[in-house]
């Protein structure tokens, strides 16, 4: 950039790599909460009527 007389500082380019990383984890972190919740809401749908200790 130094030919159109701007010059990008290095703080801001080692700062994008770090800012990627905080993102995927990120995303990670809510597709597990997501993933979480579904499987317990699922578990709770399967059960019908009474518990399995009641039903003898």
């Keep these: 950039m130094k030919e159109h007389g701007t010059e990008e500082p290095l703080v801001a ?3 994008t790599p770090k800012t990627s990383v905080v993102t ?3 995303l990670l972190y ?3 909460m997501v993933a979480g919740h579904e499987k317990k809401v ?3 749908s ?3 009527g009474a518990p399995a200790a ?3």
């Design 46 to 48: 399967k059960q019908t």
């Design 42 to 44: 699922g578990d709770h």
């Design 30 to 32: 809510i597709d597990d």
């Design 13 to 15: 380019k080692l700062q």
């Design 54 to 56: 009641a039903k003898e």
């Design 24 to 26: 995927v984890l990120l």
